[in-house]
């Protein structure tokens, strides 16, 4: 088996510069992050790429190669990189498949093989490569195929992210690019209906397409960015961000932090680190959650997911995406596949509590945008 081949066996985890930062990173700002990823327990809980994304170049290349702008980035990417290793995390990269990035810097079109060579050289374990500035008429399967070959060529094993926002729907292709995982969807913002669109609207019938080493990707987390930052739109309440933070694990995509990881909330780090919500992230059937059905209230107020674990349990979530507090939801065994009567002991993964033992339905009431998030296991036989 290749090395590349066992990467992204469960969806990547780890922080994104672009959604707090965007072009205001520098290397204080790397290195305090990665400083703070260990001190949090980001690590711990299985966060481990530190990537940088856009801004990062200069606005030339150098005898052919990219290289770093030396103002925000003075010691150098290699020297961060080494950096980021010594705390026992991977760093990651950025570029893009046309002749520039979106913020306009050199970007990899024509230089595939060089730049990829470098990005090795450099120490890099994770490349985003996005879409803008395409040649026009150029197949984007083939760019993204180019650089996963190059990528390939260089014998590092380097995660490779394709950032082309689902346009050519790369959940068909991605994976025959090298691709370990794939945007899905345009640009999140830090905002709920964001996360209502992205998330709720746009992923659904897309969980054929996921498994081990190759992902959908709903874009970066908004989880604790409270209004402030690059993508910032207005920002979202806690229990806004926990249902955020719910389904992308419902729908093993990766978990890209965005927010500034220096200055977390307590709430923020007990959403981010919760181990039993993660877990359903990564848990090693590789299963994207998939939608089960909805409530209507007159509109779509109510959402059921469920995800198969290895273990054969299930987990479900119920979400209120409604404006009244305390509706009940309900889900019957028979809409996940179980015998009705089939006992199952549901445990309720943000509260870490057994809520006991029931057969053919569980229902619970859900306030306003919030969740309820169990784990169903079937106990004996019918
Ligand atoms: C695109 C991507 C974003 C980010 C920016 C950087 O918009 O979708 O995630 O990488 O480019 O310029």
């Not at 981010?272 to 909805?294: C, M």
């Not at 033992?357 to 306003?368: I, Y």
Request: glycine share 12%.
């Amino acid at each position: 088996m290749s090395s590349e081949s066992t990467l992204a066996q469960t969806p990547p985890m780890g922080w994104n510069s672009w959604n707090t930062f965007g072009g205001r990173i520098n290397e204080a700002v790397i290195r305090e992050t990665a400083d703070a990823m260990v001190s949090t327990g980001l690590k711990d809980a299985g966060y481990e790429y530190v990537v940088i994304d856009d801004l990062w170049e200069a606005d030339e290349r150098v005898e052919g190669r990219l290289t770093w702008d030396s103002e925000i980035f003075p010691n150098g990417i290699p020297a961060l990189a080494d950096y980021v290793h010594d705390k026992g995390l991977k760093f990651g990269i950025y570029s893009c498949a046309g002749s520039h990035t979106c913020a306009g810097k050199p970007a990899s079109y024509g230089y595939e093989e060089v730049d990829a060579q470098t990005f090795a050289e450099w120490g890099v374990d994770f490349l985003k490569y996005d879409f803008c500035y395409a040649p026009a008429g150029v197949d984007g399967p083939m760019l993204y195929r180019r650089m996963g070959q190059a990528l390939r060529a260089t014998g590092r094993p380097i995660l490779y992210s394709l950032c082309e926002w689902g346009s050519h729907k790369p959940w068909e292709w991605g994976a025959t690019t090298g691709g370990h995982m794939w945007r899905t969807t345009g640009d999140i913002y830090d905002a709920w209906e964001s996360v209502l669109d992205l998330g709720f609207g746009r992923q659904v019938g897309l969980e054929a397409y996921a498994g081990p080493g190759r992902w959908n990707d709903p874009d970066m987390l908004i989880v604790g960015m409270h209004g402030e930052g690059n993508v910032a739109r207005g920002g979202c309440t806690d229990v806004e961000y926990r249902s955020h933070f719910s389904l992308w694990c419902m729908l093993a995509a990766p978990l890209m932090i965005g927010c500034d990881v220096r200055n977390m909330s307590q709430a923020t780090s007990d959403i981010l680190l919760n181990t039993e919500v993660i877990a359903l992230n990564q848990d090693l059937l590789g299963r994207q959650g998939y939608k089960v059905g909805s409530i209507d209230w007159g509109g779509e107020q109510a959402q059921v997911w469920a995800k198969p674990l290895l273990d054969g349990s299930i987990a479900v979530a119920m979400f209120n995406l409604g404006d009244m507090q305390g509706r009940r939801i309900a889900v019957a065994w028979e809409s996940l596949g179980l015998h009705d009567r089939r006992p199952c002991t549901v445990r309720d993964l943000w509260a870490h509590e057994d809520l006991g033992t029931f057969t053919s339905s569980f229902s619970a009431r859900v306030d306003s945008h919030d969740v309820m998030l169990v784990r169903l296991t079937p106990t004996t036989e019918v």
